[in-house]
């Protein structure tokens, strides 16, 4: 519980409790007319601090990190930022260059952190403002950018300008969030009716009646966002993970999602961004994720859908491969690609989705890590680590992470939540072998920081041939090719549209063997079935 919000929430709840024992008789006050929660609403000035980390941060690996499932420090069953810190080293070896921390600010759910009661503080099960600060630190001295994650779209209901904006019509805040009386009729949202019945009206809220929308056609609110914002990026963080960006504004029944002012609200963020330096942004937009990946709103978005083509295709399957291979023809520059997430309706942990099979798994990695985009990893995803069907939703995927074969790794207490189902086998002591899910992640990791090209470079000559998928990947003078055979059986395929005569040099798996293209720009090569190769080629 945020404790600068308990003590002026209580007397409301109290005053309640008593009315519904028949306290409220004649001359007592009702319960609106008690003390309500100030509001934080300083203005929060410019101060950037700078950025340490290298130029091309933005184009290295992501680590989605659930900071409650990552590492508990404090024996008490839930992970939390000190945990965090202890492990940065391991995600230093592993060669991501960015963390994206699921909410971390005060909340009320208490467990995903959606439903944000302070935009300017720590949940404290997690730590503390120092905490953050010391994360910033050790993080940045390891090469790593931080990213939180920002919810612009609702708060809490306990958050206090709700508190405030339901009380009455006529306080300050009403017009922070969206009332209407009556309640409109003829709005389905997720399969739901958003607008939630008060008695002085009714606000609106899809995703629950303890997340209330904020009214982001009122200026004040979008300038306090911008405030909140400017607060995280003046104690150096890194940039953002922006929550919902297509239900920002509603515009009518018809007219809930990816409204033209969320476009535009999504710019103003951006361009905020761009007053600091290095700062990253990314969006979750499900529905419209080109749209907003444009440098005309985030600059920054997840490609969903692309998440299902990347499973298929290392599954051999012909479509998606021809998916995967023009997807990036088109998108813009700027999408974060993934395998999955914390959401299960973008999919299952990889290793469900594959059922297990490591040389398909190894095939998705490959794609994700290669492609252009910037890949996002999902805490646990570096080694295979899976979620647990006996855990209903999004519960089943964001369960203690796999340290040890037991819960001993994540905490010495007592986890707050079932472990992975395959935590005996998948997890990062088990994962020392050479062969292993996490030693192919830090290979292909350690070629993407190497190589400029497979970082950041364009995508050239995308090629698909029965099971095998070929793309080069060039910047400058740098062109390097990567080939996979998603086939169960080997392969002579023929590569096309190599510079004349280019030699190739293997740079995965290591071992320099050579390799030419003739005259034409055709290279023959024989691939293993389910295999990942990387060439660098010179012309
Ligand atoms: C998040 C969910 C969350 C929802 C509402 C989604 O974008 O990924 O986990 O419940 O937004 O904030």
């Keep these: 519980m945020n404790p600068r919000q308990l003590p002026a929430l209580t007397p409301v709840l109290a005053c309640l409790a008593l009315a519904a024992c028949g306290g409220g008789g004649p001359g007592v006050p009702p319960p609106t007319d008690t003390v309500l929660p100030t509001v934080d609403t300083s203005a929060v000035a410019a101060a950037d601090p700078g950025s340490t980390l290298a130029s091309d941060w933005q184009h290295g690996a992501v680590m989605e990190i659930y ?79 931080v990213m939180l994650d920002y919810v612009m779209n609702h708060s809490a209901g306990q958050h206090p300008a709700f508190v405030n904006s339901r009380d009455s019509t006529s306080n300050a805040f009403r017009d922070w969030y969206v009332w209407q009386n009556p309640a409109p009729t003829g709005w389905s949202v997720f399969g739901g009716n958003p607008w939630r019945s008060t008695p002085t009206g009714a606000y609106y809220a899809p995703f629950w009646d303890q997340m209330p929308d904020f009214k982001l056609t009122n200026p004040a609110v979008v300038s306090w966002h911008h405030d909140n914002l400017r607060f995280w990026l003046n104690r150096g963080v890194d940039g953002f993970r922006f929550d919902a960006v297509g239900n920002l504004v509603e515009n009518g029944p018809g007219a809930w999602q990816n409204q033209p002012e969320n476009y535009t609200l999504m710019q103003g ?94 095939l998705a990695a490959a794609m994700n890590l290669l492609l252009p985009g910037r890949p996002f990893i999902y805490y646990g995803e570096e080694i295979g680590m899976g979620g647990n069907p006996s855990l209903s939703g999004d519960w089943a995927l964001r369960t203690p992470m796999s340290w040890t074969a037991d819960q001993s790794g994540f905490t010495s207490g007592t986890p707050w939540r079932a472990l992975a189902s395959n935590v005996a086998t998948q997890n990062v002591a088990a994962s020392a072998d050479p062969a292993s899910i996490r030693a192919f992640y830090k290979s292909l990791l350690w070629l993407r920081n190497l190589r400029p090209s497979i970082a950041q470079g364009s995508h050239v000559a995308p090629q698909v041939q029965g099971g095998v998928i070929a793309w080069q990947r060039l910047l400058g003078t740098e062109r390097s090719l990567v080939v996979m055979n998603t086939g169960a059986s080997d392969v002579t395929a023929s590569i096309a549209q190599l510079p004349a005569l280019a030699n190739l040099n293997r740079l995965y798996p290591a071992d320099n063997a050579a390799a030419s293209a003739d005259a034409g720009g055709l290279l023959s090569l024989n691939l293993p079935a389910q295999s990942v190769r990387v060439y660098n080629v010179q012309p």
């Design 269 to 362: 963020v951006r361009s905020l961004l761009d007053t600091y330096a290095q700062r990253s942004l990314v969006c979750e937009a499900p529905d419209a994720p080109q749209l907003f990946g444009a440098s005309t709103a985030c600059g920054g978005a997840f490609a969903f859908g692309l998440q299902y083509d990347l499973v298929a295709a290392a599954k051999g399957n012909t479509g998606a491969l021809a998916k995967v291979a023009a997807y990036h023809q088109t998108a813009p520059a700027g999408m974060a690609s993934f395998l999955s997430n914390h959401d299960s309706f973008a999919g299952q942990r990889l290793w469900d989705q594959v059922g297990g099979n490591q040389a398909q798994y190894k």
């Design 67 to 145: 900071v409650r499932g990552y590492q508990d420090s404090d024996g008490n069953g839930m992970g939390d930022l000190k945990g965090l810190i202890s492990r940065l080293d391991y995600l230093q070896d592993l060669g991501v260059k960015g963390l994206w921390l699921m909410p971390v600010n005060a909340s009320q759910d208490h467990d995903h952190g959606y439903a944000v009661t302070d935009y300017r503080a720590i949940e404290p099960q997690y730590g503390t403002l120092a905490d953050l600060d010391e994360l910033l630190k050790q993080a940045h001295a390891r090469g790593m950018g």
